[in-house]
Each structure stands twice: as structure tokens, then as C-alpha cells.
DNA sequence: CCGAAACCTGTCCGATCGGTCAGACCCTGA
DNA sequence: TCAGGGTCTGACCGATCGGACAGGTTTCGG
């Protein structure tokens, strides 16, 4: 009797709920949507978790317990060794549970499909060419994508700081991130 | 066109959706949602608007046009100065459009709020502390929101790239944003 | 003063959501 | 053989969603 020998229905269900989740957000998803992906019924469903949020939980389980653990390993260093053991500890991170991480993301690419963005996804396109200036590099695609998302959640996470000065200092740090010249 | 005088009802409308939207999403906020804001029925609003994703749409439409402007702009220069003016004009066009970006962002918060991601917040909190080095300068701040917001990002357009490679190019960008000693 | 357009309401609708429940179908150990 | 726990289903529930519709009220030009 090998518990793990097969995958379980509820193996089954986490790996699909995993799956759409990170493709159309969580409240994009359906309990339907993954029973229909799963082949079972609904009810299965929740005979298997304690509800949506639940599964959610569960699934995240593992990336938030690491989490913590990058988190009492960044505590025990002083202030010098702290922030390249957090720039690589978050990369590793995130790296590591791309997929739970897509999952927070999730629900954005189904609003960028709505009539209200047409032809958003062609300009980020262009701009992220902009950025690199039209080179194909991994460096210089990672290095614009950083500035392409971080930007943004600089600015929303700082809604009270003047905004000429969050102008200079993230084109700095987005300049000297992407390797600009003159930076 | 109406004249501004006083602020008429459909532009009552687009400053409560303008604000309900960026705080709890597009899909966390219902028509019931807004037409409780404005102090009006919900089928006033559907009587100024053709449906929700109308709303959205025109209260995007400023945004999405200033990229639109920020794109043919960029198109004109060469490979060289092209990269110094899409920092720029980027930076320059979600601070101008600080609002309207939160939109897109506007569903995470609340997700954040679920059971699955106890404590992930206060986690977050520390993690920014830990790459600024524990400052508290405005440019060692943005700078840490740049790297924290921008690696899910590069992580999540480049599913197929290699991780270690990644890993390599995005901890050497972070770090470089950071202006991490010895990077 | 009147009629039409603009504005707004209450009410209703079909769809879909997360979740509940009684019962049926196994498989297994006594 | 039968009892019982684990598994799963179909039917159903209340709530909420975006939206449709008929009709009432206000405003305004002729």
C-alpha cells in the first residue's frame, strides 16, 4: 500500500488548482473550473478541503514557510552582510516557487485582455525592446523586466513620497539596474 | 460634452470607480459598490455607461493613450538614446498615471489578505528593510520596492529561461539597482 | 404651457459563485 | 456475511454578480 504510489484525487486537485490558479488568478478560478480540470464533481472538491481558501492555503504552504526561513536567516546578519544575502535569498526565492508567485499575479492578465487595454501588451512589448536598447541579451531582457515591474510598485507603495523626487531616484536605480550609460 | 460647473453625476461616477477600483480591484468591486459611493442606484450608472468595462475603459483611456505617446516617441531614436529616454518616459508616465496603474494591482491586495498569506505582509516589511541595508533613505527604499516588485515580474515573463542563468542575471541587477557594494 | 429629451429609480432577470447535504458506491476487517 | 469508514455524486441553497426594462421625475427649448 504505497500512499504515494498513484496520484491521489487530492494530489490531483492540488496540482490542477496550482495550474489555473497561476493562469487566471484565484478569483479567476472557479471551483467548477478545477473539478472540470480534475474530472471529478464539485463536492469532491470539498469533501477533500475545507473550501477554496483552503486549497489556496495549502498550496502556498510550502513558499510561505520558506519565506520565513529566508527571513530568520536575514535576522541573524548585521547590517553590511544583510542586503546581498537578501538580494540573492529573494531571488532564490522567487525562483524556486515561480509558480505559487504567479499565482499572486494571476488575475492581471486576464484584465489586460479587456477592451480597456487593447493594445497595452504591443506597447510593453515595445518598451521592453526600448529598455534594453533593442538588444536580446538575458541580461539586458531580465535587467528591463525588473524596471518594467518594479517601477510601478515603487510608486504604489510609496503614494505620499513627492513624486519629483521618486522620479530621480528610481530612474537612477532603474538606469544603474539596467546598465545604462552615463549612470 | 458637459461643463464642468459642478461635478455632474457620470463624473461623480468615474472618481468613485477611479478609487474603488485602484483600492479593492476591478473584480472586488461590484456596480453595487460604486453606486453606493456616488449615492446613487446601480442603474443610473448603467445608464451613463455601457457596463462596467466601460468604466474602466474610459477611466484608462488617459493612461493608455500617454503610453501610446510615450511609444511613437521612443520609436524615433536610435538604439543609443533610446534607453536613457524609456527610463525616463516610463518612470515619468506611471507617476503621472499613479492611479490608474494601482488598478492593475488593485486585486492582489485583498488576496493578500486571505488566510493563506498570514504574516506574508510583515515578512514582506522586513525583507525591504534587509535590502535597503536597514536605511531609510528615499533612494534605498524605492530602490528595494524596484528589486522586490520587479523579480516576480522577470520571473514570471521568462518561464522558459533556464533558473540558474536567471538567477545569475537578476541577482547581478538587483544588486546593481541597490548599488549593493562590490556588484 | 407643452412635449420631448435627459436623467434616474425600483424591480426583475439569468448566470454563476462558494458551499451544504443525503445518499450511494466502493473496499476492508471482523 | 455484514458493518463501517473513506470516497464521491447529484441536487440543491442563498448570495451576489452584471445587466435589462418600464416607468417616473426633472429640465428645457419652442
Do not use: N, W
Not at 30 to 43: E, F, H, R, T, W
Not at 155 to 169: F, K
Amino acid at each position: 500500500m504505497s500512499r504515494s504510489a498513484r496520484p491521489s484525487t487530492r494530489e490531483e486537485i492540488l496540482a490542477a488548482a496550482s495550474r489555473l490558479f497561476a493562469a487566471a488568478g484565484f478569483k479567476g478560478t472557479s471551483l467548477q473550473d478545477i473539478a472540470g480540470a480534475v474530472g471529478c464533481s464539485k463536492a469532491a472538491l470539498l469533501y477533500h478541503f475545507d473550501g477554496k481558501d483552503a486549497i489556496l492555503a495549502e498550496l502556498l504552504a510550502p513558499a510561505v514557510e520558506a519565506f520565513r526561513a529566508l527571513d530568520a536567516r536575514l535576522a541573524a546578519l548585521d547590517d553590511e552582510a544583510v542586503r546581498p544575502a537578501a538580494v540573492e535569498g529573494y531571488v532564490d526565492l522567487v525562483l524556486r516557487f515561480r509558480r505559487e508567485v504567479t499565482v499572486l499575479y494571476g488575475d492581471i492578465p486576464e484584465l489586460l485582455q479587456r477592451p480597456a487595454f487593447a493594445g497595452v501588451h504591443e506597447l510593453t512589448e515595445r518598451l521592453r525592446e526600448a529598455l534594453t536598447g533593442r538588444s536580446r541579451t538575458p541580461q539586458a531582457c531580465a535587467a528591463a523586466l525588473l524596471v518594467l515591474g518594479g517601477v510601478p510598485v515603487a510608486c504604489m507603495e510609496q503614494p505620499d513620497v513627492d513624486a519629483g523626487e521618486l522620479r530621480e531616484v528610481l530612474v537612477r536605480s532603474a538606469a544603474r539596474a539596467l546598465d545604462v550609460p552615463g549612470s
